[in-house]
């Protein structure tokens, strides 16, 4: 069983910066692929971007890509989003997700979820 806990999300103005964080609970933070998602009111649930279990293999939406960088720590059980440019259409809860398989994007693959942070993008 794996625990997640988002944080660092709130209200960032256009073009601003935030980096959110997910710290996992558990021993066995390794071996896993950790995801971030992201729905919007009234959308379904989209993939953001995922690293493999070592942190050499990272993973973006075209919409973020060149925007957004994940990294993660397995010494400290964390994952992270820095999240740089943002634009109005960023605003959503941001979940993060680990995953035991090898799928990427797909977010039934996933096990295991956070409760969400959410980031709102507004002048």
């Known amino acids: 069983q794996v625990q997640l806990v988002e944080s660092g999300g709130g209200l960032v103005q256009p073009g601003g910066s935030l980096r959110l964080s997910c710290a996992a609970s558990?021993?066995?933070?390794?071996?896993?692929?950790m995801g971030w998602f992201r729905q919007a009111p009234g959308k379904e649930r989209k993939f953001v971007a995922a690293i493999s279990r070592s942190g050499d293999g990272r993973y973006y939406s075209d919409s973020v890509k060149g925007r957004f960088t994940i990294s993660r720590d397995n010494a400290k059980n964390t994952v992270y989003l820095q999240m740089n440019s943002l634009k109005p259409e960023d605003t959503a809860v941001y979940y993060c997700a680990a995953n035991r398989r090898s799928s990427v994007t797909n977010s039934y693959e996933y096990d295991y979820w956070g409760q969400g942070t959410q980031v709102t993008v507004s002048s």
């Open positions: 558990g021993r066995t933070f390794g071996n896993y692929i």
